[in-house]
């Protein structure tokens, strides 16, 4: 089992920048690809961003290439996500997800542990 803990989260004013955290409870982090996925009110869990082992790799969704960032430090056990120019769409919880395979997945549910979120809030 592995527990994961974002945190980072917060109020923001349209074009500013916040950077998430997300902690891991293992000590296998290295063997996981992490996930950024997000979910506003009445709408459906929406991926992010990927990073793959070693973060040799990521993936964005199109709507926030370019703005946002995915890092991982394997030595920290945590991913962050680095978020500049927000926009006030960019509002809604926040959660980190963990997945054993290798694949930058955009499907939530071929990830296998999830956090609890983190309230991101952007006004216009």
């Known amino acids: 089992q592995v527990q994961l803990v974002e945190s980072g989260g917060g109020l923001v004013q349209a074009g500013g920048s916040l950077r998430l955290s997300c902690a891991a409870s293992?000590?296998?982090?290295?063997?996981?690809?992490m996930g950024w996925f997000r979910q506003a009110p009445g709408k459906e869990r929406d991926f992010v961003a990927a990073?793959?082992?070693?973060?040799?790799?990521?993936h964005y969704a199109d709507s926030v290439k370019g703005r946002f960032t995915i890092s991982r430090d394997d030595a920290k056990n945590t991913v962050y996500l680095q978020m500049n120019s927000l926009k006030p769409e960019d509002t809604a919880v926040y959660y980190c997800?963990?997945?054993?395979?290798?694949?930058?997945?955009?499907?939530?549910?071929?990830?296998?542990?999830w956090g609890q979120g983190t309230q991101v809030t952007v006004s216009s």
């Open positions: 990073i793959s082992l070693a973060g040799l790799r990521t």
């Open positions: 293992t000590r296998t982090f290295n063997k996981y690809t």
């Open positions: 997800a963990a997945d054993l395979s290798t694949s930058l997945a955009e499907r939530p549910d071929e990830y296998d542990f």
